[in-house]
């Protein structure tokens, strides 16, 4: 089987097609900054881009990926994605950052179709991405950031 | 209609469809024996409302936002129903939940196009008649007419879902032939809702 991860098409030899993506991504790819939290689409450490929409990785079978454009942390681009980055630092939201891959694909899937997002659409949005160490404060102000930067 | 329905309890041998046919046999008597054609429809109803507010049904005929589970627990994490019944920017429903019916690894469930049905659908504390008569009421039910009705419940694939959910969640409780069955017989008995 073979699946596009970050433009470029990947062979992953006789993987079983019920093998969730992130586990291809992490294990077989050496894609390790996305991270494993929960398993089950709970938390959302393990976001990635598919086809553009910010993706739970261990919840999408790897057969169901194939033909797919897979984005992950390493090589997320483009304006969104340079102005989360930038407010991430400058706040430096992260405290033990291991939320922080799938929190800021998630933002720049937000800022994609919101580009004034209010305090309640930036909690609607990051509701599913949750940080043990409770930087949701500085997430919030970092997007709002990231919105004015692109304004 | 009997041999049909005996047929379908011979082939399928299983309780549940057995209990429905047997259910299904009684509307039936209760026409032949007298009771009229509104009884009969009424009695098939009452069968079809099983569907209807099971919890895989009603878990998202709900206005803002779905329940889950077999015990219709808020849905962790929270979600909201967005603009297009398909959730907020950036926490769309198609993010957790795949095309089909079970994830085997993360146990989220799965239908192509999953969202929550449109606003003028909510049957949550609902009685039976009241959702009966939302249901045939076109103006609430997506402009359909009682076949439609049947149609989109049998082929819409949100619906499917709900026949065969996965993992250890309970189906609704009957077998979809069973439940064609009784709609259509509901459908030619007049349609009737209780008081």
């Known amino acids: 089987m073979k699946i596009n991860v970050n433009g470029e098409e990947r062979d992953l030899g006789a993987v079983d097609g019920g093998t969730p993506l992130l586990w291809v991504l992490r ?27 910010a993706v739970r ?26 102005a989360v980055r930038a407010a991430w630092q400058r706040l430096d939201v992260a405290q033990c950052g291991y939320c922080q891959s799938g929190q800021i694909m998630t ?33 919030r102000k970092a997007i709002h950031q990231a919105a004015r930067a692109l304004a | 209609m009997r041999h049909l329905l005996l047929g379908i309890c011979a082939s399928a041998g299983g309780l549940v469809a057995a209990a429905g046919v047997a259910v299904v046999l009684l509307a039936g008597e209760a026409a032949s024996q007298g009771g009229s054609a509104r009884e009969t429809s009424l009695a098939a ?10 919890p895989r049904c009603v878990n998202c005929h709900h206005p803002d936002a779905p329940l889950v589970g077999d ?9 909201v129903r967005g603009r297009d019944s398909k959730g907020a920017p ?48 076109p103006a ?14 049998i082929e819409d694939s949100l619906i499917q879902w709900a026949w065969e959910p996965g993992g ?13 069955d009784f709609f259509e017989e509901w459908v030619r008995t007049g349609a009737h809702c209780p008081n």
Not at chain 1, 29 to 51: E, I, M, S
Not at chain 2, 140 to 153: D, E, P
């Open chain 1, 57 to 82: 990785s261990c919840s999408l079978a790897v057969r169901d990926a194939a033909g797919k454009q897979i984005v992950t942390i390493e090589a997320v681009s483009g304006r969104i994605a340079d």
């Open chain 1, 107 to 139: 933002a720049i899937k937000l800022l994609a179709s919101n580009r004034k997002p209010t305090d309640a659409d930036i909690d609607a949005a990051m509701d599913g991405s949750i940080c043990r160490c409770g930087a949701y404060i500085r997430i």
């Open chain 2, 140 to 153: 609430r039910n997506g402009g359909r007419s009682l076949q439609g009705l049947l149609k989109h419940a």
């Open chain 1, 27 to 53: 294990d077989q790819l050496n894609l390790t900054g996305t991270k494993y939290g929960c398993g089950r689409a709970q938390c959302g450490a393990c976001t990635v881009h598919v086809n553009g929409e």
């Open chain 2, 168 to 180: 250890k969640r309970e189906s609704v409780p009957m077998p979809q032939t069973v439940f064609t």
């Open chain 2, 71 to 79: 015990a219709s627990r808020p849905h962790m994490p929270r979600v």
């Open chain 2, 90 to 137: 950036g926490m769309r429903c198609n993010n957790c939940h795949g095309e089909h019916s079970n994830n085997e690894a993360s146990n989220v469930p799965g239908a192509a196009d999953w969202k929550l049905p449109p606003r003028t659908m909510m049957w949550a504390k609902m009685s039976i008649g009241d959702i009966c008569r939302s249901i045939k009421n």
């Open chain 2, 45 to 54: 109803w009452e069968r079809i409302a099983t569907v209807l507010q099971h």
